[in-house]
């Protein structure tokens, strides 16, 4: 049973170009969460997903950040004209549909570094 | 808003030894509690939750009481091994319709031989 997969595992982009991070959610799960870690701090909450829809992306900063989840194919974090303060460690989680159940699976996570 | 606040670290111990982070917490409502553990390069893992007051979470010989009257949730285990060296995060969920994770800062344990 495959777990949460992520890749890139690591991403080196310099200043001004985009950033892809794609995130396939463990089979049979149709919610997904990102979230970012910066150096030396605890996981910051972004965006929750479930498929075609974002429900909830009260964590993502305004502008160069945009986040979906097709029907088809994996979730995508997209982060235009990067900054060196966007590098940090991306973690993509999911969980399964049902209601009542808390718990969420994580990825190993994409390490973006900006130059 | 929702926050957790726990122990700064680091922490090291000797194999053996006991372990205590404490971890408090404010929310609206009843959250379920969490910790997860971060190994060196990896992503989260989850070690254990409580959904409600007074549920004690246990594993691998980890445990956390969920304490609503102090609003804390602090983890202990009786002998620590040098494998249990890793970075350790509470979290919180306020649960309803959105399960987004409310983390603390983390504490790194660092366990010697």
């Known amino acids: 049973n495959a777990g949460v997969m992520q890749n890139p595992r690591h991403l080196v982009r310099r200043r001004g170009q985009e950033a892809r991070l794609r995130c396939s959610p463990m089979k049979g799960h149709s919610h997904v969460y990102w979230y970012r870690q910066l150096p030396e701090e605890g996981l910051k909450f972004m965006v929750y997903l479930q498929k075609e829809n974002i429900i909830d992306e009260s964590g993502m900063p305004k502008e160069r950040f945009s986040a979906e989840f097709p029907k088809e194919g994996p979730s995508i974090l997209r982060i235009q004209q990067v900054v060196r303060g966007d590098s940090a460690a991306y973690f993509c989680?999911?969980?399964?549909?049902?209601?009542?159940?808390?718990?969420?699976?994580f990825g190993p996570g994409t390490r973006l570094t900006v130059l | 808003g929702n926050s957790v606040t726990q122990m700064e670290g680091p922490v090291t111990l000797s194999e053996e030894a006991f372990l205590t982070i404490n971890c408090t917490y404010t929310a609206t409502g009843y959250p379920s509690l969490f910790w997860y553990v971060q190994y060196p390069g990896e992503g989260l893992q989850l070690l254990l939750k409580a959904t409600k007051a007074d549920d004690k979470g246990s594993n691998k010989g980890f445990e956390a009481t969920y304490r609503k009257e102090t609003t804390s949730f602090h983890l202990e285990k009786g002998s620590v091994q040098v494998s249990d060296s890793a970075v350790y995060f509470c979290?919180?969920?306020?649960?309803?319709?959105?399960?987004?994770?409310?983390f603390g800062k983390g504490t790194l344990l660092t366990v010697n031989p």
């Open positions: 989680a999911s969980s399964p549909p049902s209601k009542g159940r808390h718990e969420q699976f």
């Open positions: 979290a919180l969920s306020e649960g309803g319709s959105n399960y987004k994770l409310t």
